[in-house]
């Protein structure tokens, strides 16, 4: 078997151009102009090109969009300050914090100081704790993502049995939760977890989710044929390639459909990010 390639890139195109303009114009015609803010602390160039994506995207969706650079000498206490002066200006919709920051920042702090109605990132405890999280105002953005590029590429997910390697706080545990929400049969897999317990549950699984961190770690032995393959991690190998949690060329072998590296999920995330930014724009202007 040779399995499909989901592109997340495209899909997002598709979503940006024929679902999120509609909604921006909309906006525009009530005289709403929706705006995002992020906020870059230090130079990690990682999170430089994460930055050039988003506002590429929020560009060609129609969506204002600052970037407002920090040196990583910024004290937390003058961070949480920005964040006041943000929640408080009523012209910007959505405000995000890249990560990773620099050491001596609590994380923490900082994120759950965002309002949650400009948290577009959907980080804050209230938007990506809530047990209801497939109502949550503002869903995070991965595990979003990925239910839209399931849904996009018609994967039915109701009595399937889905498998998530991987229970962080962005992107294992609130997939798994929508993803139950939306009536899978789910198995979360973590590092705790025997190779007993991962080799069984990879076998049976319908969809696998791999968010682990770990480079080409799933390989197309470890699943059965037919298998649909969302891969989250996103690594740079020796010889430059970007690649994923899983071995790509063994696992396309087996699965039916499958997620590259780059293209796959990353674009999704980047797309929920600027759809989220609209929705808060739409909400604070709902008549
Ligand atoms: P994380 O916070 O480091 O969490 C990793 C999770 O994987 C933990 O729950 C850990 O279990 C589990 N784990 C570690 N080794 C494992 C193993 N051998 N088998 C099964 N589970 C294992 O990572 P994250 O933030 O979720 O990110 C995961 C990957 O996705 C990273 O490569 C990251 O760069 C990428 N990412 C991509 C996007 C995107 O938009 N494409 C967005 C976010 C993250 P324990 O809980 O027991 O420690």
Request: with cysteine; net charge negative.
């Amino acid at each position: 078997m040779t399995a499909e390639i989901i592109s997340g890139k495209d899909i997002a195109q598709q979503i940006i151009n024929d679902e999120l303009q509609p909604r921006v114009e909309l906006l525009n015609k009530k005289g709403v102009q929706p705006k995002l803010v992020v906020i870059f602390v230090g130079d990690n160039p990682a999170s430089q090109s994460y930055i050039r994506q988003k506002e590429k995207f929020a560009t060609q969706s129609g969506v204002f969009s600052e970037v407002r650079r920090f040196p990583d000498t910024m004290t937390e206490a003058e961070l949480l300050a920005e964040i006041d002066d943000i929640n408080n200006d009523d012209s910007i919709h959505g405000v995000i914090v890249q990560l990773p920051l620099p050491d001596g920042i609590d994380v923490n702090r900082v994120i759950n100081a965002i309002s949650p109605t400009k948290d577009v990132d959907g980080f804050t405890d209230s938007n990506n704790e809530n047990l209801d999280i497939h109502e949550a105002f503002l869903a995070p953005c991965t595990p979003k993502g990925i239910i839209t590029l399931l849904d996009k590429t018609r994967v039915t997910i109701k009595d399937q049995k889905v498998v998530v390697m991987g229970r962080s706080r962005i992107v294992g545990r609130p997939v798994a939760e929508m993803l139950k929400f939306r009536g899978a049969n789910v198995t979360i897999l973590h590092s705790k977890s025997t190779n007993t317990e991962k080799s069984s549950a990879l076998k049976k699984a319908d969809i696998l989710i791999v968010a682990v961190g770990k480079q080409e770690l799933v390989h197309g032995e470890e699943l059965s044929p037919g298998v649909v393959i969302i891969d989250v991690g996103i690594h740079r190998k020796e010889d430059g390639k970007l690649c994923g949690d899983v071995h790509f060329d063994s696992c396309s072998s087996i699965a039916s459909k499958i997620t590259p590296v780059p293209g796959g999920v990353g674009p999704m995330t980047v797309v929920t990010l600027i759809s989220n930014t609209i929705k808060a724009a739409e909400e604070k202007n709902k008549v």
